[in-house]
């Protein structure tokens, strides 16, 4: 049932990639005779509207690493991983609510900026670096690799000798036009990339769940996966799964994964960024809610084919026989690939004509993602480094000029370092468990910074420091805990250090740069409360079926 690539399916794909680069260029044209400012490249011009804003943050947030990974999780441990995504969408009501109107007040380019603002250069510098280690050695790296082993699956070979040719295909890609466009590139072709992400992902679902059983039928398929793999449809797992170091049940709703949801969602440079560059403080909240409506959707695009796979590879009672199944997710040498979950579904059951589509949408996904996290490590680097740094006197040319060639540096880079990873069994855990090690301690400087006037800079120094070797000794430990565990026990002993600092060395003063708090700063409009309460209500009674 494998069928191939046609020149329908060449050709769809390429009209594809050729009216995003199209969108991308013109995007980035400035008026004759005037050159672009650093708020032009890094900020889009501050002129983005709602919908843009909630397209684009889903287009750079969904990607190989949701595509391919989070499939894979779907395959292993089934809804559980879909946590992630419908938490997501109750983070981004509060960073909308009490993170945005901050950040938008203060004229931020950069998220490292905020602490050279309430703490000093020093602390700015070590994050700043923090950050773009971070997108280049995990980000970047992991969305290529995924990117190219689900093309090399699905139009490749399919035994990994494609998958350098297109590393280097889709890093191509992305500069084409994020390089010279810069933010308004991206933001404005992330509208069609997330548009073809959603109709190409749920064509991919609605396929797949057809084919599960021989007589067909949506209904049917969806009614055979639930019933034959009923333990893949709770949220929260027990203690005697062994997913449970990855999913640590109730944890998933109290513990670590707002740890891992507030840092993604409201201090990660090339998500807020879309924010900051909104027309005005309503246009990013109200994008924030529309990103939080489309987070509720994704689990039936990237989870539910995991789990399609999984019925598909053990065969239970009632399921189509498909040859070569059991092949396709052994690896060389023994051991199972969850994470070909998705690329082998498209690869056996998309038709010739659609499946130009659909590849067109997952490559969307990567494409948009890589030139996100390639435009926010430029902005760190150019603005928290090359200007306070090398050139303090850099005109709007320059900005933007190293701004151009630090995407091309980073990308290089990710490139030659992306095929290493080829070992690592679920790609979507990896990136979480390695991002983990630096979040908790960001976060806990942030949250103190923020909301406790008190927080010194020498604390949040030694804070952010020590959250390190804090991070690592839970991870290696003699006594095993799950990851998220150890995020939110070095997030919680890290704010304590900063507290105890604080209280020591700045004999219990306010510290002279704090956030001024006010009641009116956190007031919403009335679409936005709206918003906010039915995302709660489906969140509510989602985790209340699926428990």
Same mark, same amino acid.
């Given at each position: ?6 020149? %329908?399916?060449?050709?769809? =794909? ?5 009216? +995003? ?59 559980? $991983? ?61 969305? *290529? ?17 494609? /998958? ?41 679902? =609605? ?10 039928? +949506? ?13 893949? =449809? ?18 998933? *709703? ?65 399921? &189509? ?7 396709? =997710? ?19 059951? +998309?038709?010739?004509? %659609? ?7 997952? &490559?969307?996904?990567?494409?948009? &993602? ?35 060639? &630090? ?57 952010? $420091? ?12 003699? /006594? ?16 304590? /250090? $900063? ?35 039915? /995302?709660?209500? $489906? ?9």
């Amino acid at each position: 049932m494998n069928q191939g690539f046609t020149y %329908i399916d060449y050709g769809i =794909f390429g009209l594809y990639a050729l009216i +995003i680069i199209a969108v991308g260029l013109y995007a980035s044209r400035t008026k004759k005779g005037v050159d672009k400012t650093a708020e032009d490249y890094f900020l889009a011009g501050k002129t983005l509207p709602w919908w843009a804003i909630g397209a684009s943050l889903i287009a750079a947030n969904i990607s190989a690493e949701q595509f391919i990974g989070m499939s894979g999780s779907g395959f292993a441990v089934g809804l559980a $991983i879909a946590s992630y995504e419908w938490m997501a969408a109750v983070t981004l009501l509060i960073v909308a609510k009490y993170l945005l109107p901050i950040f938008i007040r203060q004229g931020l380019f950069t998220i490292p900026e905020f602490i050279e603002k309430r703490f000093n250069t020093k602390l700015k510098t070590i994050l700043a670096v923090f950050w773009i280690s971070l997108f280049i050695f995990v980000n970047l790296t992991s969305v *290529l690799f995924l990117g190219a082993k689900a093309l090399d699956t699905i139009i490749g070979t399919g035994d990994g000798s494609t /998958i350098i040719y297109f590393i280097a295909g889709l890093a191509l890609f992305a500069a084409a036009y994020s390089v010279w466009g810069g933010l308004s590139a991206v933001a404005w072709t992330d509208v069609i990339q997330v548009t073809l992400l959603v109709i190409g992902g749920l064509i991919t679902s =609605f396929i797949a769940i057809d084919h599960v059983t021989p007589e067909g039928g +949506i209904i049917k398929g969806f009614s055979h996966i639930y019933h034959t793999a009923g333990d893949k =449809f709770h949220m929260i797992i027990k203690r005697d799964n062994p997913e449970f170091m990855n999913l640590p049940g109730i944890a998933m *709703l109290v513990g670590g994964l707002w740890v891992a949801n507030l840092y993604y969602w409201g201090f990660n440079q090339y998500i807020i960024q879309r924010a900051l560059a909104a027309k005005s403080l309503k246009e990013a909240q109200r994008g924030l809610a529309f990103a939080g409506f489309l987070k509720l959707i994704i689990p039936l695009i990237v989870v539910i084919p995991g789990i399609v796979a999984f019925v598909m590879y053990t065969q239970p009672e009632g399921t &189509s026989i498909i040859g070569g199944v059991k092949d396709a =997710f052994t690896k060389t040498g023994g051991g199972l690939d969850v994470d070909r979950a998705y690329p082998w579904l498209i690869g056996t059951f +998309i038709p010739p004509g %659609i499946k130009g589509l659909v590849v067109a949408a997952l &490559s969307a996904a990567i494409v948009s &993602s890589l030139a996100s996290m390639l435009n926010s490590a430029s902005t760190i680097f150019t603005m928290d480094i090359y200007k306070p740094y090398i050139n303090k006197s850099a005109s709007n040319k320059d900005l933007v000029k190293t701004g151009r060639i &630090s995407v091309l540096a980073a990308l290089a880079v990710a490139a030659l370092l992306a095929p290493q990873l080829g070992s690592l069994p679920q790609m979507f855990q990896y990136i979480q468990e390695y991002t983990g090690l630096v979040s908790p301690g960001i976060l806990a400087v942030f949250l103190m910074g923020l909301f406790w006037k008190k927080a010194s800079t020498k604390a949040a120094i030694t804070g952010v $420091i020590s959250s390190i070797p804090i991070a690592l000794g839970f991870k290696f430990m003699p /006594i095993e805990m799950p990851f998220l565990d150890q995020m939110l026990y070095t997030m919680l002993i890290t704010m304590v /250090i $900063i507290l105890g600092v604080s209280l020591s060395l700045g004999e219990g003063d306010d510290n002279p740069k704090a956030i001024p708090l006010l009641k009116e700063t956190f007031v919403t409009d009335k679409v936005f409360n709206v918003s906010a309460y039915a /995302i709660l209500t $489906i969140v509510v009674v989602l985790y209340s079926v699926f428990w």
